[in-house]
């Protein structure tokens, strides 16, 4: 609560390190996308791939119970995965929580665009175990 | 020549950035990564995908007719490519010229890493076409 932008950004930044460091320690190589702006083109914030999985991960950290995603920021999401040929995942930690990892169809539509909350995260969403482990379990049948 | 460390970094980003505009126009998504020193894991320039190919790409523009490049970089390039599932490349632009695209068995050993000159270029490496254009002929045979 009361965060400053910067503290705001921060705090994000921290997030998508520890998060690419949990992706490495389980067998992905994962990489930061430079800061948006860097180019016109569509950027998630990691992708993420262990030769047979491939992620592109918008990543956020939020101290409320809900969290809302700006339309714009979906679409290119949506945009670079179906270019790149990876999946569309949006990553949320809530503070002193566990990370849940939602896919687009399942994110709740707002009128400006998108939003996730704690129930929604809990009740959809995908622990990480369960990301990796899902599409692993996938790939044996 | 005698361009400052700025200069140079200036040079660097401005070549990642146009061939990161070459790649979507192929039909490539390509990410740029985020500085160097922003995690302690490996990470290249570049990656792209187009749903059938992966490149991690380190990506280098170049006044003089050879460039060397440290050994720890081009091993860092192939231990992400390896995880990834991705093919380790490093695109080199000389001044005025098209930009060459050269495999890590094809660099040549220095005593302190690797090198890659102009005439190695030219005989070794893949043109942008080649590049996308060979491995699409291998995915049809």
């Keep these: 609560m009361g965060l400053s932008f910067s503290g705001r950004k921060a705090k994000g930044s921290k997030a998508e390190r520890e998060l690419i460091h949990l992706l490495w320690e389980n067998g992905f190589a994962a990489m930061r996308a430079a800061g948006s702006g860097s180019?016109?083109?569509p950027s998630p914030d990691i992708v993420a791939g262990n030769g047979h999985l491939f992620?592109?991960?918008?990543?956020?950290?939020?101290?409320?119970?809900?969290?809302?995603?700006?339309?714009?920021?979906?679409?290119?999401?949506?945009l670079f995965a179906n270019s790149f040929g990876a999946r569309a995942?949006?990553?949320?930690r809530f503070?002193?929580?566990?990370?849940?990892?939602?896919t687009?169809?399942?994110?709740?539509?707002?009128?400006?665009?998108?939003?996730?909350?704690?129930?929604l995260a809990k009740k959809k969403a995908l622990t990480f175990e369960e990301l990796i482990g899902k599409y692993r379990?996938?790939?044996?049948t």
């Design 137 to 140: 379990q996938k790939r044996l």
């Design 104 to 119: 687009i169809p399942d994110l709740k539509e707002t009128p400006k665009g998108f939003a996730v909350n704690y129930e």
């Design 39 to 41: 180019t016109k083109h």
């Design 55 to 78: 992620f592109a991960i918008e990543c956020k950290a939020s101290h409320k119970l809900t969290k809302y995603l700006d339309k714009d920021e979906i679409s290119q999401l949506d």
């Design 89 to 92: 995942i949006v990553a949320i």
């Design 95 to 102: 503070d002193n929580e566990q990370w849940y990892f939602i």
